[in-house]
């Protein structure tokens, strides 16, 4: 199994900043994932992490909105950039291991508030 | 359009009864079903189902896959107050590169 360090677990932010979520993993990893969950909603997929290259993201999200970096196999951001109130959410990095038919392991979650 | 169903939303149960949380699927390229227990932000793992018909089980959970069907189910017996969570499944596609959640199943277990 991976073990996921996420940080920060929560901020309280004014409207029009920007923060930059780490995400740190014990091993190497194939995947790395943004996911955004809104209150009492699910998990919905913000973007692939690529090693080295632009990430991959999903219909409504933008580069510019959260941008993304994986400079190696370990370690990605997401920045939550000119926020505003709806950006409110969970945000959660999640990586799939090396292994055949592996889970999806998650960070703890950093829990965002803009005010 | 790839999608996952689960259902109910939310459940209300006693402890001691037993549950079965619903997860219908239609993802292309499907290679597994996995479910997960959240109880506060990051979700646990519970599962992961790959072949059809095929109970796995740990404790007072378990769970199968009908591939055939496209849905899987998760029953928790004797429940307790520690299951009162919300559950997820999610559909992961054949190379791994993409994970579908449903919108989750919210169990609340009273004393």
């Given amino acids: 199994?991976?073990?996921?360090?996420?940080?920060?677990?929560?901020?309280?932010?004014?409207?029009?900043?920007?923060?930059?979520?780490?995400?740190?993993?014990?091993?190497?990893?194939?995947?790395?994932?943004?996911?955004?969950?809104?209150?009492?909603?699910?998990?919905?997929?913000?973007?692939?992490?690529?090693?080295?290259?632009?990430?991959?993201?999903?219909?409504?999200?933008?580069?510019?909105?959260?941008?993304?970096?994986?400079?190696?196999?370990?370690?990605?951001?997401?920045?939550?950039?000119?926020?505003?109130?709806?950006?409110?959410?969970?945000?959660?990095?999640?990586?799939?291991?090396?292994?055949?038919?592996?889970?999806a392991f998650f960070g703890q979650g950093t829990r965002l508030t803009v005010v | 359009e790839d999608k996952v169903v689960q259902s109910p939303l939310s459940l209300v149960v006693h402890e001691g009864d037993t549950v079965t949380l619903n997860c219908s699927y239609e993802?292309?390229?499907?290679?597994?079903?996995?479910?997960?227990?959240?109880?506060?932000?990051?979700?646990?793992?519970?599962?992961?189902?790959?072949?059809?018909?095929?109970e796995k089980k740990s404790g007072r959970l378990s769970s199968i896959l009908d591939k055939k069907e496209l849905f899987s189910i998760l029953n928790i017996t004797a429940t307790q107050t520690g299951d009162s969570a919300i559950y997820l499944c999610a559909a992961v596609f054949y190379n791994f590169n993409k994970f579908y959640f449903g919108s989750g199943t919210k169990l609340n277990v009273k004393p």
């Fill in chain 1, 1 to 103: 199994s991976a073990v996921i360090s996420q940080k920060p677990s929560r901020d309280i932010c004014q409207r029009g900043t920007s923060l930059t979520i780490q995400c740190q993993v014990d091993s190497q990893v194939t995947m790395m994932f943004w996911y955004r969950q809104q209150p009492g909603q699910s998990l919905t997929l913000i973007a692939t992490a690529n090693q080295g290259s632009e990430a991959t993201y999903e219909s409504g999200f933008v580069i510019d909105k959260f941008p993304i970096s994986r400079p190696n196999l370990t370690f990605s951001t997401l920045t939550v950039s000119n926020m505003s109130p709806e950006d409110s959410s969970i945000y959660l990095c999640s990586v799939v291991g090396a292994g055949v038919d592996t889970e």
């Fill in chain 2, 27 to 54: 993802v292309t390229n499907f290679r597994s079903l996995l479910w997960y227990k959240q109880e506060k932000k990051a979700p646990t793992f519970l599962f992961m189902l790959t072949s059809s018909g095929i």
